[in-house]
């Protein structure tokens, strides 16, 4: 009865949640618009006119939008996070609710989580359309496909609770930008596989494996693309759940201690 | 008001630890909030009233001391008293893209009210309230003053046996506030117990049972707004305020 009441207290707060940003998804589903057309515009359209020849170079693009998106909507979520409790402080009114606070943490991480998910739907089929041929449908895993666009948002959904807990305040977004989301995603096998990077350099190959966003790439880029060119499904899906338990438990105790709630 | 005492607060310490210093926010602060009363909070800035205020709304935990419920510690169920108190913020932080109807719907669900019980609620206290033509509006639309009493309605969406008003008519317009205190005093009437933290000696006058005021993280004193006028050979409320700094202005001197 008890975990009962805190689970409806928790599902309340997501559906809340859902019901927010689904009054906004339009606008943000634009945005996701914006950023996969012009980029698939590029890779699949001009950069064969310049010599690239790889069949598979605009899914392989593709699906790397797609698992990087919600890195790009992790700013938001932070931004909107440290504004309140700079703020308005409305997280106040919820921490004085019938919760505890670590799963008032892990609510926003799930709807951080969702928050990406929900604004990157429109990019597969978008994806289909500018693709066409290029991007085999019959190829996809779809299973393996949806389950990893799940785990990877809520990885970057514990993420957010992670790094949130380090910004001081607002100014400290363009760290967050420059410090960490550019080397993660520059380094973490955006523009090429890790099978890649160990052939021309196995040293660094192998330290990026230290880089949680290798997994992301190479987790959902398995799932529509040739599997043996990548980690197994199942590692990287396996590394993603273990990171995100890492950085739930970081966050969430540092974000307990910084707002002294019980 | 009855002398039933609802909340005891035992021997409360706050220590905040900043570099270089540490603040001793509250020193040993005991007091009993009686079931049905307002009981205000006063003090100057850095008094410790917020730091109370947020301690019994379970925001934050005490350094030392106990809050008992019902002759229990409310740290041994924390989620149970969660459940019967009220925290209405200074801040009016509503969800601004629900409607006021989704907003008051989605209070109630927290706290698990019976689906049947919430659109009946909700209905009443926009009526209260006088919300009942926003029920449909978003929260952005509203005024200060009608925010403040969404707030207040959002608050009492569970029927809570206490209610923690922190500052709830800072910033509003004088006709306003006096508004609210008559909505207050409506929810004092219902039988619910209100801890209001104030500035507006005036408020506390006009709205208090008792009053408590806090220096330097002690309470001063605690009686009825009678008595301290009557004791400080005072008008209002104010001036007892002011005989008090001096006092203290005085013992700091020598």
């Known amino acids: ?262 | 008001m009855s002398s039933h005492t609802l909340l005891s607060i035992k021997n409360i310490t706050k220590t905040f630890q900043t570099t270089p210093k540490i603040i001793k926010a509250l020193r040993g602060v005991s007091l009993d909030i009686y079931q049905g009363e307002i009981l205000s909070l006063l003090g100057v800035n850095g008094a410790g009233k917020t730091t109370l205020s947020s301690i019994i709304s379970s925001l934050n935990p005490p350094t030392s001391g106990d809050i008992l419920y019902n002759n229990k510690s409310i740290y041994e169920d924390l989620i149970g008293y969660r459940r019967i108190i009220g925290f209405c913020p200074q801040k009016p932080n509503i969800d601004e893209m629900l409607t006021i109807e989704e907003n008051l719907h989605f209070a109630g669900r927290y706290f698990n009210v019976p689906e049947a019980d919430i659109k009946n609620r909700a209905t009443q206290l926009m009526k209260k309230f006088n919300l009942l033509q926003y029920a449909q509006s978003k929260g952005s639309i509203l005024s200060g003053g009608y925010k403040q009493r969404f707030l207040l309605a959002r608050t009492l969406m569970h029927q809570p046996k206490i209610i923690i008003l922190d500052e709830p008519t800072v910033g509003l317009d004088p006709h306003i506030r006096r508004n609210l205190w008559d909505v207050i005093k409506e929810l004092k009437n219902d039988g619910v117990t209100i801890l209001l933290t104030t500035h507006y000696l005036d408020e506390a006058e006009y709205l208090s049972d008792r009053v408590c005021i806090l220096d330097k993280g002690v309470i001063k004193l605690i009686d009825t707004p009678e008595n301290l006028k009557t004791t400080y050979a005072q008008d209002n409320l104010e001036n007892v305020f002011i005989e008090l700094i001096k006092e203290d202005a005085n013992i700091d001197v020598q």
């Open chain 1, 1 to 262: 009865m008890f975990n009962k009441l805190l689970l409806t207290t928790f599902y309340t707060l997501l559906e809340k949640d859902i019901t927010i940003y689904n009054k906004k998804l339009i606008y943000r589903s634009i945005d996701a618009i914006v950023w996969m057309s012009s980029s698939l515009l590029v890779t699949h359209n001009l950069m064969p006119l310049f010599g690239i020849k790889d069949p598979h170079y605009g899914t392989f693009v593709f699906l790397g939008n797609l698992a990087v998106w919600g890195l790009f909507e992790m700013l938001t979520s932070i931004a909107l996070f440290i504004a309140d409790i700079q703020g308005d402080k409305a997280i106040s009114y919820y921490m004085s609710l019938p919760i505890p606070s670590y799963l008032l943490f892990i609510e926003e991480a799930l709807a951080s989580a969702y928050r990406s998910i929900a604004s990157s739907i429109l990019m597969i089929p978008l994806g289909k359309i500018i693709l066409g041929k290029s991007f085999i449908i019959s190829n996809v895993h779809w299973f393996h496909f949806f389950l990893a666009l799940c785990i990877i948002n809520i990885f970057y959904g514990f993420l957010t609770i992670f790094v949130a807990s380090y910004i001081p305040d607002l100014a400290g977004l363009t760290m967050v930008r420059s410090r960490i989301m550019f080397p993660l995603w520059f380094l973490g096998g955006f523009q090429f596989s890790w099978k890649m990077l160990k052939t021309v350099c196995p040293s660094l190959a192998y330290i990026s494996l230290c880089n949680p966003l290798f997994y992301v790439m190479e987790g959902l880029r398995s799932t529509g693309l040739p599997a043996e060119n990548y980690i197994p499904f199942w590692c990287s899906m396996s590394m993603l759940i273990c990171f995100s338990i890492l950085f739930a438990y970081i966050g969430i105790y540092r974000l307990k201690k910084r707002l002294d709630c019980i």
